[in-house]
């Protein structure tokens, strides 16, 4: 797969230059969506790096099948990453502080880490749709750093260990919906691991599955902290191990 690479542009908005035609494309959910960009992003520069109403698809590549950010500070506004796939970071591989606004994920393949995001800087993503991502950890996003979630749905992901989201190091998710994951080890919803920390705030952890492990909506070895936050009706239980996650019952 081609590859283009950013070491210093301030603004960038990147389409397929064989498909593209900047004068008819428009924004994903207005209309028609932007023209497919089949050429996977490398960002190792100093600079900014905005992305703009792109439609990544059926990219591939080591890391970060439809973009790979080693360096600057990276941007997405209203971003469509679909059907990529990579080792780690089947969409996105970040390792600079960046933010991702109004994206959606769907049906991206990160191999071993992230089937939609891995992450291992300071990571801010509002207004997401992740479905129907896989990775062995974290369906949709595998985070080793620092990750704010703001607003969206996590649904459909699946995984051996976060079918929705595999946490390393620190996440805090607000009015953020983790629904109908699934995970063949432990935590359908979400795997906090040891030494980790989750802070979930007014959101939904619902109808989530670890059918042959533990911990169907939340498996947490570290620290989880529950504020306005729903955690029902998961399978084979919301919680594990037990009486690990203050306020989550069953």
């Given at each position: 797969?081609?590859?283009?690479?950013s070491r210093g542009k301030?603004?960038?908005?990147?389409?397929?230059?064989?498909?593209?035609?900047?004068?008819?494309?428009?924004?994903?959910?207005?209309?028609?969506?932007?023209?497919?960009?089949?050429?996977?992003?490398?960002?190792?520069?100093?600079?900014?790096?905005?992305?703009?109403?792109?439609?990544?698809?059926?990219?591939s590549a080591a890391s970060?099948?439809?973009?790979?950010?080693?360096?600057?500070?990276?941007?997405?506004?209203?971003?469509?990453?679909?059907?990529?796939?990579?080792?780690?970071?089947?969409?996105?591989?970040?390792?600079?502080?960046?933010?991702?606004?109004?994206?959606?994920?769907?049906?991206?393949?990160?191999?071993?880490?992230?089937?939609?995001?891995?992450?291992?800087?300071?990571?801010?993503?509002?207004?997401?749709?992740?479905?129907?991502?896989?990775?062995?950890?974290g369906g949709a996003i595998?985070?080793?750093?620092?990750?704010?979630?703001?607003?969206?749905?996590?649904?459909?992901?699946?995984?051996?260990?976060?079918?929705?989201?595999?946490?390393?190091?620190?996440?805090?998710?607000?009015?953020?919906?983790?629904?109908?994951?699934?995970?063949?080890?432990?935590?359908?919803?979400?795997?906090?691991?040891?030494?980790?920390?989750?802070?979930?705030?007014?959101?939904?952890?619902?109808?989530?599955?670890?059918?042959?492990?533990?911990?169907?909506?939340?498996?947490?070895?570290?620290?989880?902290?529950?504020?306005?936050?729903?955690?029902?009706?998961?399978?084979?239980?919301?919680?594990?191990?037990?009486?690990?996650?203050?306020?989550?019952?069953?």
């Open positions: 797969m081609s590859q283009l690479r301030t603004h960038a908005q990147w389409r397929d230059p064989g498909r593209a035609d900047p004068g008819r494309s428009r924004r994903p959910g207005r209309g028609r969506a932007a023209p497919p960009v089949t050429t996977t992003l490398t960002i190792d520069g100093p600079a900014t790096t905005t992305v703009v109403a792109s439609n990544f698809f059926r990219n970060g099948g439809a973009i790979y950010a080693d360096g600057g500070i990276l941007l997405v506004h209203t971003g469509v990453f679909r059907r990529n796939t990579a080792g780690a970071g089947g969409a996105v591989w970040n390792n600079s502080p960046s933010r991702l606004d109004n994206t959606t994920f769907t049906g991206n393949n990160g191999g071993s880490y992230g089937g939609a995001i891995y992450n291992q800087a300071v990571l801010t993503v509002a207004t997401v749709t992740a479905d129907g991502n896989s990775a062995t950890y595998d985070n080793q750093d620092v990750l704010a979630l703001t607003g969206g749905s996590i649904s459909g992901n699946s995984a051996m260990f976060g079918g929705g989201l595999h946490n390393f190091f620190r996440v805090t998710a607000g009015t953020t919906t983790f629904e109908q994951n699934t995970a063949s080890s432990q935590g359908g919803g979400i795997d906090n691991n040891a030494g980790a920390t989750a802070s979930l705030q007014f959101s939904r952890v619902i109808y989530n599955h670890a059918p042959g492990g533990e911990g169907g909506g939340i498996y947490n070895g570290g620290t989880v902290n529950l504020t306005g936050t729903t955690v029902m009706w998961n399978f084979i239980n919301n919680c594990s191990p037990a009486a690990s996650v203050p306020g989550c019952i069953g």
